[in-house]
């Protein structure tokens, strides 16, 4: 998985690419510290060029909404491919992440 920082829907917000598994935990982790929550409650993310998520990335997504959740916003994945979108649906993720 890759990530840049970009604007999405008129905000900023993040990128994700390729494939996000287990072996991106890393780097995801580095995403959440440096975003700043206390002053972008809101985190948008554009999807549309994920490709896969295992169970690892699935549980990264569900830490970020809950980040989001606690700091009085959340998480919006917009442009997923349909793909991504059942996936997150079939792991009850539509309930913690706006899906647009």
Known sequence: MEYAYVEVAG???VLLSGRFTYEDSGKFHQLLEDWDFAAKATLNIDARYLTFLDSTAIGMLY???T???DAGGYAVVTN??????Q???RASLDQYL???
């Open 11 to 13: 905000r900023e917000g």
């Open 67 to 69: 980040r989001c959740r």
């Open 80 to 85: 997923a491919p349909a793909n991504i979108v």
């Open 98 to 100: 706006l899906l647009k």
């Open 87 to 89: 996936t997150l649906k």
């Open 63 to 65: 830490l970020l909404s």
